[in-house]
Every structure is written in structure tokens, then in C-alpha cells.
């Protein structure tokens, strides 16, 4: 029975009780605990968050340009214009990188860079820039982890209909071939999406993030292109790259609690939402049946075509995982515009669908927090990877972001004391390690973020670098978290 059946059978009554069983359960604040060998321990950026350089060398806008620029989306009208600047100070980045002794580093690759207007030719300049990233973490013995949608859609593809046409997937099948054509002989990992649910529900459901629409039956829509696109770039990736890659999807998995009395049924229905309409498709060859049925007032779901699941259903050398906090839900009657607006990163992601009388709320968790707002439960990733490796026990399992935004101060001797970033480190890599005692299949872990970058709609208002930007002169500082974790590459253990 997997973690998330189980919870469905955990009576409403004993739910409330899970924080006082956590809380007798070691700290996981431990140190000391060794990795396997092979482990592979790397740090994890995206495009339109560090690069800058957002109108040069052909590249076109994309739909973070376009929202980010759109006033009020966006804390205190922030851009990613000039971000961290990474496209000119590529050398600085990756020598940074290597003074760190990461084994891989996790980029993305800007779409518009590649096809300015998201169809037609390659844009070699933007093929450049990346085959000098490439390049330069090869000389330096880091391994390439590139994914190819970090949420920068080119804004002619939105303007044509965006993630809710089925022409975006067609799209992203060409631009798949033409970078694995060009960079698939050195990348080391192919990922095709990062978190789909993002681009999905916030972009087209929610609204919090680009392109900003509320549009709930749009935002399902969105969800099958994303899992078609991603099964049609596996495939064209696998015909175009040389080498030897391996394949990769990113998802961001929702780690549910439930209170009152319709828990079992709320867990349900947002575990269908956020986690199998994509582990369904992706991983089993099928979406759903009670996501199908929840979601039945909203659309008819007569978008998926014959041939599409099969398109789909392509196998993956590791299953990325996204993880940050836990979230708790509740069933509620009546159905208000309150839960459109909830959730993590600020959203249920459309789960209030227009006509049902039910409707599920996320609820405040229980602290710690974070500068965001997340609760501090490193409990939550040990029983995801758990929970995974047993619904998917053939597929190796990658931690590709985790880590936490706190306010940092700088000390007068220019250091960065984070105590707290680096705490929250210790007890993910706690919880990751006893996953592997357990036998969970996990290849590596990648810290998010290498660089303080622009956090989407809180600009730069949120710092999750493990290395300090200043974002008036640009200069890089290493926090005391990103010291720590060199010293665990190095030692292939959670250091003291
Ligand atoms: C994830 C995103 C990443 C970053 C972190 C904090 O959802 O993939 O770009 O914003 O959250």
C-alpha cells in the first residue's frame, strides 16, 4: 500500500494526532551519515531565473518577460532582465561551481534562446551559449543536467493558445530535436519538464503565474500537452542524441495531510490533481479514472486523442523530485474562489471546479516556517521518496530541487551566516539518507539554488542560494549552507 493510500485510510480523527507522532521521531539532525558511492550531489538553477541577457543574442520574449513586466504580477515589479547576469558571467558561475566540488549541475534551457518566436530554425547563438555551458562543466569534471522547460514559454506559442493547444506540444517536439541534435553528444541527464503542475495550474488555473489565466478547463488541457510534450521530446531526444544521456521528468509530488471529516476524500481528490495526472500518464500509460470523474463538469477531457497515452508512456532512467514542505487539506461544502487561491506557492491550482458542491481547501500547516510560508518538514520528503519507490519500484528516484528561502544577513566581515538554510539542509539530507536505508532507489540530490535568483512572483524578495547574489553590484558570496555543503561533496557525508 503506498503512503498515499495510507493516509486515505487514516481516519480524519487520528490525523490530527501525525504532529505529535512526528515530533517524537528523531529531529533529523544528523551528521556523519555516508552516502552511497555514485551518489550524485549537484545544485539546480533555471534559465529565466539566473540568466539576464533577456533581449540579446535573438532571444525572443517569453511569457515570464511578458508577466513579469504586466504591473502587479510580480513583487515590486521585479524582471528577469538582468536576474544574476549568469549569461555573461559564465565562467565566474561555473568556476564557482567547481570551487563548491558539485558533481553535477541542473540548468534549463531557455526555449526563446533556441526559437525566438518557439518554431521554426535554431538560433545558433542561443545554441552557443549553451554548448559553452556544456563545455565548460565537462573541462570541469561536472555533469550536465539540462532540462529543456523551466517555465519560459515563448510568448508567440501563448498568443497561439499556449499550454491549452495542442500545437505547444507539436512545437516542443521540434525544439527537443533541435537541441538534442546539438548538445545531446555531452549532456549527461535530459529533463524534459519541471514541474508541470506549475505550469499548469498556476499558469492557466491559478493565475499566479505566467501566463496568468483563470481558466479551470485550460488549465487541464494544459496538464495533458505538458505530458504529451513530455513524451514526444523523450522521443525525439532519444533520436537525436549521440551520446549516452540518461531521461528525466521533474515533478513537484503534493505530500498530503487531511483534517475534519472528509480528509480521505480531499487527499484523494488532490492527490489525483497534483500527483497521478502526471505519474498516471507518464509512468502507468493512463490517466486516472476518479480524476477523470472529479474533473467531469469542467471538460470532457475529449482532448486526449487516440495514440497520445502510448506517446506518453516512454520509459525514464530516474523520476526528478521536487520537494519543499507538506501540505494539508480539507473538504468543504460550497465552493468559493478562495481555493483557487491557495496552496503551495500560493495555490490549489484550480480545485474549486465551477458546478461541484464540494470543494477541497488547503488549510494552514503547522510551522516552522520558512521565508515563504512552507513548513520546515523534512519528515515529508523521507515518506515521498518511501511512497514512490513503492508505487514505482523499477524507477530510480532523483531529488532534483530542495532547499528553503530564509532572510539572510550579511556580517561585517562580508560572510553569510545562514544558520537556518543550512539546518533545513541537514534535515533533508537526514531524511534522503534514511529513505536509502530504507532501499529507496536515490541517485543524488540537488540543492536549489546555487545562485539567490529572481523566485518568480516574489521577484527578488526571496533568497534560496545557497550562494549570496547582491543584486546591485552582482556579486557572488558563498553562504555558510553553500561551505557546508562542499564540505558533504567532499566527504560524501553530512559533515557536522
Ligand atoms: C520550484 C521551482 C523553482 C523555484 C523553487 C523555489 O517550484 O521549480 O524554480 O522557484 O520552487
Known amino acids: ?4 493510500q495510507h493516509h486515505l485510510d487514516t481516519p480524519a480523527s487520528q490525523i490530527s494526532n501525525r504532529v505529535a507522532v512526528t515530533q517524537g521521531r528523531p529531529d533529523y539532525r544528523d551528521s556523519g551519515l555516508v552516502f552511497p558511492v555514485g551518489f550524485t550531489f549537484g545544485s539546480a538553477t533555471a534559465s529565466y531565473q539566473v540568466e539576464g541577457a533577456a533581449s540579446e543574442d535573438g532571444r525572443g520574449p517569453s511569457i515570464w518577460d511578458t508577466f513579469s513586466k504586466t504591473p502587479g504580477k ?23 561551481m567547481a570551487s563548491l566540488g558539485l558533481d553535477a549541475y541542473r540548468f534549463s534551457i531557455a526555449w526563446p534562446r533556441i526559437q525566438a518566436s518557439g518554431r521554426g530554425p535554431a538560433n545558433q547563438a542561443g545554441i552557443d551559449f549553451y554548448s559553452r555551458l556544456v563545455d565548460g562543466l565537462l573541462e ?55 514541474e508541470p503542475w506549475c505550469s499548469a495550474y498556476l499558469g492557466y488555473g491559478q493565475g499566479g503565474h505566467a501566463p496568468g489565466r483563470h481558466e479551470p478547463a485550460a488549465a487541464l488541457a494544459a496538464v495533458h500537452h505538458l505530458n504529451l510534450a513530455h513524451g514526444r521530446a523523450l522521443t525525439a531526444l532519444r533520436a537525436t ?12 509530488f503534493h505530500v498530503l ?72 487539506v480539507r ?47 523534512p519528515e515529508g520528503l523521507e515518506e515521498l521518496l518511501l511512497s514512490l519507490s513503492e508505487q514505482f519500484p523499477d524507477q530510480p528516484l532523483m531529488i532534483t530541487e530542495n532547499g528553503a528561502a530564509f532572510e539572510d544577513e550579511v556580517s561585517e566581515d562580508g560572510s553569510v551566516p545562514d544558520v537556518e538554510r543550512l539546518d533545513y539542509l541537514r534535515r533533508h539530507f537526514t531524511a534522503a539518507h534514511r529513505a536509502l536505508s530504507q532501499g529507496v532507489d536515490l541517485r543524488g540530490y540537488f540543492v536549489w539554488s546555487l545562485l539567490d535568483n529572481f523566485e518568480w512572483g516574489y521577484g527578488y524578495a526571496k533568497r534560496f542560494g545557497i550562494v549570496r547574489v547582491d543584486f546591485e553590484t552582482l556579486e557572488r558570496t558563498v553562504k555558510d549552507s553553500g561551505h557546508w555543503y562542499a564540505d558533504l561533496v567532499r566527504e560524501r557525508a553530512i559533515p557536522a
Open 241 to 252: 542524441s549521440t551520446g549516452t544521456p540518461e531521461y528525466s521528468v521533474t515533478l513537484n
Open 1 to 4: 500500500m503506498t503512503q498515499v
Open 331 to 377: 473538504l468543504w461544502d460550497g465552493v468559493s474562489e478562495k481555493q483557487m487561491n491557495d496552496g503551495h506557492k500560493g495555490a490549489a491550482g484550480g480545485t474549486a471546479w465551477p458546478g461541484s458542491d464540494q470543494a477541497v481547501e488547503f488549510v494552514e500547516q503547522p510551522g516552522p516556517y520558512t521565508a515563504m510560508g512552507w513548513n520546515i518538514a
Open 74 to 96: 510580480v513583487w515590486n515589479g521585479d524582471t528577469g532582465d538582468v536576474a544574476c547576469d549568469h549569461y555573461h558571467r559564465l565562467d565566474e558561475d561555473l568556476d564557482l
Open 140 to 194: 570541469r569534471g561536472i555533469k550536465p543536467v539540462a532540462t529543456l522547460y523551466h517555465w519560459d514559454l515563448p510568448q508567440p506559442l501563448e498568443d497561439l493558445g499556449g499550454w491549452a493547444s495542442r500545437a505547444t506540444a507539436d512545437a516542443f517536439e521540434d525544439y527537443a530535436a533541435i537541441v538534442g541534435t546539438a548538445l545531446g553528444d555531452r549532456v549527461h541527464t535530459w529533463t524534459t519538464l519541471n
Open 257 to 328: 495531510r487531511g483534517v475534519g471529516e472528509g480528509a480521505p476524500e480531499a487527499i484523494r481528490r488532490i492527490d489525483g490533481l497534483a500527483n497521478r495526472a502526471f505519474t498516471g500518464p507518464m509512468l502507468r500509460g493512463e490517466y486516472p479514472a476518479d480524476l477523470l470523474e472529479d474533473t467531469a463538469s469542467v471538460t470532457d477531457w475529449s482532448f486526449v486523442q487516440d495514440g497520445d497515452l502510448a506517446a506518453i508512456h516512454q520509459p525514464i532512467d530516474v523520476l526528478g523530485v521536487n520537494y519543499y514542505s507538506t501540505a494539508t
